[in-house]
């Protein structure tokens, strides 16, 4: 297992456009996260899964994302009727369930532009 | 709901000395975790050093060591005998401990601080 996997790397998408993300997390990690990081500022919470069960979602994410972890092992973020405000690094990272203080493991990251 | 600090946008050190890096939250919870995290330009970000709050002995590793100060909320990072490697963005996060905690799951993360080493 080589880590948590984010493809694709780079997005370039026109507004208005509906645009998918996927991570494959480290096999035995139950709990996956997305977050999202624009330029300069550190990462934003957007979602929490622990299996294949959503338990939190980030009061900022609009309804035009959907996230899904289908089977609890790799996740896909939707984002529909793409703005250009939704340009960022959009990150994903799993953890275990057990011994929090290790924090998570990130991905390299998937980098969207609209334009 | 936690919120994190970094009053410091950027940071520089020559190499080989030493620097610290600042950082703050604001919590009611008494049991929590706190990391400092690095991401290199245009890569991951990686798991520098962590902390649990009811430890009070400062987490150290190899040239990384934490400075805790629970009672004023503070969790400084001092990197000891800088390497150009060192340069990235690092950024303080919190995570709560319990179930039911408001950021029970998550990390709340810092603004980051931009470290240059300079040769």
């Known amino acids: 297992d080589t880590g948590v996997s984010q493809n694709p790397r780079h997005k370039i998408t026109k507004r208005g456009q509906n645009v998918t993300f996927r991570c494959d997390p480290i096999?035995?990690?139950?709990?996956l996260y997305w977050y999202r990081q624009t330029l300069g500022q550190g990462p934003e919470f957007l979602t929490y899964?622990?299996?294949?069960?959503?338990?939190?979602k980030s009061r900022l994410l609009s309804d035009r994302f959907s996230a899904e972890r289908p089977k609890g092992s790799f996740s896909t973020l939707e984002i529909q009727r793409t703005e250009q405000g939704d340009s960022a690094m959009y990150l994903c990272?799993?953890?275990?369930?057990?011994?929090?203080?290790?924090?998570?493991?990130f991905g390299s990251g998937t980098r969207l532009t609209v334009v | 709901a936690q919120t994190v600090t970094q009053s410091q946008p950027e940071m520089s050190v020559q190499e080989a000395e030493t620097v610290t890096l600042s950082c703050t939250y604001d919590?009611?919870?008494?049991?929590?975790?706190l990391f400092w995290y690095k991401q290199p330009p245009s890569r991951q970000m990686i798991l520098v050093i962590r902390?649990?709050?009811?430890?009070?002995q400062n987490a150290t590793e190899n040239r990384f060591s934490v400075n805790f100060q629970k009672a004023a909320k503070s969790f400084s990072l001092k990197i000891s005998d800088s390497q150009l490697g060192d340069a990235a963005m690092y950024f303080c996060?919190?995570?709560?401990?319990?179930?039911?905690?408001?950021?029970?799951?998550?990390?709340?993360f810092g603004q980051g601080t931009i470290l240059t080493v300079h040769p």
């Open positions: 990272a799993s953890s275990p369930s057990s011994g929090q203080s290790y924090g998570y493991t």
């Open positions: 096999s035995e990690h139950n709990r």
């Open positions: 899964f622990q299996n294949e069960a959503q338990l939190e």
């Open positions: 919590t009611s919870e008494s049991d929590y975790y």
């Open positions: 902390q649990e709050a009811y430890k009070q």
């Open positions: 996060a919190y995570r709560s401990v319990h179930a039911g905690g408001t950021s029970y799951g998550k990390l709340t």
